[in-house]
Antibody, heavy 118, light 112 residues
Framework: EVQLVESGGGLVQPGRSLKLSCAAS????????MAWVCQAPTKGLEWVASISTGGGNTYYRDSVKGRFTISRDNAKNTLYLQMDSLRSEDTATYYC???????????WGQGVMVTVSS | DVVLTQTPVAQPVTLGDQASISCRSS???????????LEWYLQKPGQSPQLLIYKVSNRFSGVPDRFIGSGSGSDFTLKISRVEPEDLGVYYC?????????FGGGTKLELK
């Protein structure tokens, strides 16, 4: 059974950093691209970042470029999102998702909440 | 950026009815490789989103055949025949053809 479990969320002050993790199991992690998708409170979904199977290619939405870094450790079956220079508008639930070969998010984690506030 | 416009924003339904959701893109979603990366997701209350349809009309594993995706170019539709209680929630279309990838604003399927 495919499982994605996020961790690392919490309350953080503006300008500070946070690192999210997503532990994957039930599939060969190194064979799949991965992504982060966020959802601000009461709002819709937004794609945040994606990473290729080996980690060599990364992609970001404009609003997080230069502040967020997506990475992965295939030996540990774990996806990461390093979030720096956090802003109040980054407040959201962050979901880890697996990318199928058809470029769809075929499995999702339960989400982790990030609140940026002083 | 590609803008995906979903209509209606809310769709009141009676169980057993058919529902239809439109997703219109600000530009064609045909990729240079010939594929059209238009997907549909359902987010049930209090849950993570789940994949329903990929590449316009392909149902994901385990998705009932009452969910039908169609369309081409920049105009797409999700039809749900015989709405059941577990179909209620917010539906999102999503495109992975153009960078940055974008979601539609969502359509809430709710009981009348």
């Amino acid at each position: 059974e495919v499982q994605l479990v996020e961790s690392g969320g919490g309350l953080v002050q503006p300008g500070r950093s946070l690192k999210l993790s997503c532990a994957a199991s039930g599939f060969t992690f190194s064979n799949y691209g991965m992504a982060w998708v966020c959802q601000a409170p009461t709002k819709g979904l937004e794609w945040v970042a994606s990473i290729s199977t080996g980690g060599g290619n990364t992609y970001y939405r404009d609003s997080v470029k230069g502040r967020f870094t997506i990475s992965r450790d295939n030996a540990k079956n774990t996806l990461y999102l390093q979030m720096d220079s956090l802003r109040s508008e980054d407040t959201a639930t962050y979901y880890c998702a697996r990318l199928s070969s058809n470029w769809a998010f075929d499995y999702w984690g339960q989400g982790v909440m990030v609140t940026v506030s002083s | 950026d590609v803008v995906l416009t979903q209509t209606p924003v809310a769709q009141p339904v009676t169980l057993g009815d058919q529902a239809s959701i439109s997703c219109r893109s600000s530009q064609s979603l045909v990729h240079s490789n010939g594929n059209t990366y238009l997907e549909w997701y359902l987010q049930k209350p209090g849950q993570s989103p789940q994949l329903l349809i990929y590449k316009v009309s392909n149902r994901f594993s385990g998705v009932p055949d009452r969910f039908i995706g169609s369309g081409s170019g920049s105009d797409f539709t999700l039809k749900i025949s015989r709405v059941e209680p577990e179909d209620l929630g917010v539906y999102y279309c999503f495109q992975a053809t153009h960078d940055p990838w974008t979601f539609g604003g969502g359509t809430k399927l709710e009981l009348k």
